[in-house]
């Protein structure tokens, strides 16, 4: 037997069962199970708004399900006025962007669209979300008016008298207050607040909350030039992210 670290003095008369080391009882503590990942199970739909101005989609559809009001399947969406962008392009990369940051955090996401080209209606857009059981559906869009001074961010959600989704409007208010909140914290841009509107068709036919974010005026030269650079849209995306995040966190 050796004593020491590396001493090479031998212990002679030493009983060789007294020098074995004696093995204390250690109870470990079960580790307690880990919370649950506020993204796990979690499916956002995001729905970039309009498709290109080549896409015709003047085509009737329902405004709500078994409504006799019948609206434009999709409409053109607006430009910006300095930038010379679309708007559903400036949509469809926001989206993009945000669908990448949402998968990196574990969330499930789904599109309505992922290029310019697809002909989907605003009723199909909801029936997508619906029928994939979305918790949300949040539909991305930039504004435009008349007024060139108009600027700002805005969320428009379905009021609580809406016969379609009425039952959502409480709690798509909460998710548009929350996301918007994210969104001009993250960007700088104005809160405009919310809006209750009952008139549009990719709202009435959702069944889920659901929220349309107004990034920005495209009109404005303040908001338009900002949303078309690139290092700002990727802020805009990482608003809208924490936002989504921050809804289902309070949520629980």
């Known amino acids: ?21 004696s093995v204390r009882e250690v109870e470990l503590e079960q580790p307690e199970a880990k919370a649950k990942p506020v993204s796990q199970d979690i499916l956002i739909a995001i729905d ?3 498709q290109s101005w080549e896409v015709d989609m003047s085509a009737p559809e329902p405004n709500a399900p078994g409504s006799s009001v019948m609206k434009a399947k999709a409409t053109t969406g607006t430009a910006g ?21 949402l998968e990196e955090r ?11 080209e697809t002909a989907i209606s605003n009723a199909e857009r909801a029936m997508l979300a619906n029928d ?26 379905p009021s ?4 379609y989704v009425g039952a959502w409007s409480a709690e798509s208010a909460r998710l548009a207050e929350t996301v918007l909140a994210s969104y001009c ?24 909350p659901v929220a349309i974010l107004e990034m920005g005026f ?12 690139d290092a700002f849209r990727a802020r805009m995306a990482q608003g809208i992210a924490d936002g989504l995040e921050a809804y289902f966190e309070t949520g629980e």
Not at 160 to 163: H, I, L, R, S, T
């Open 1 to 21: 037997m050796l004593t020491g670290c590396g001493s090479g003095q031998s212990v002679a008369g030493t009983d060789a069962a007294e020098t074995e080391p």
């Open 48 to 50: 970039p708004g309009h």
């Open 81 to 101: 006025a300095y930038s010379g962008t679309y708007e559903y392009a400036l949509n469809l990369d926001v989206s993009l962007r945000l669908r990448d940051l």
């Open 106 to 116: 574990g969330f499930a996401v789904l599109l309505t669209r992922e290029d310019n």
């Open 132 to 157: 994939a059981g979305a918790d949300v559906l949040l539909r991305i869009h930039a504004n435009g008016s008349e007024d060139p001074s108009a600027s700002g961010a805005l969320a428009l959600v």
């Open 160 to 163: 609580a008298e809406n016969a």
């Open 185 to 208: 914290a993250a960007t700088g841009i104005d809160n405009l607040g919310l809006q209750y509107n009952d008139t549009m068709t990719g709202i009435n036919w959702s069944e889920q």
């Open 218 to 229: 495209m009109t404005n030269e303040h908001d338009d030039l900002a949303m078309a650079d």
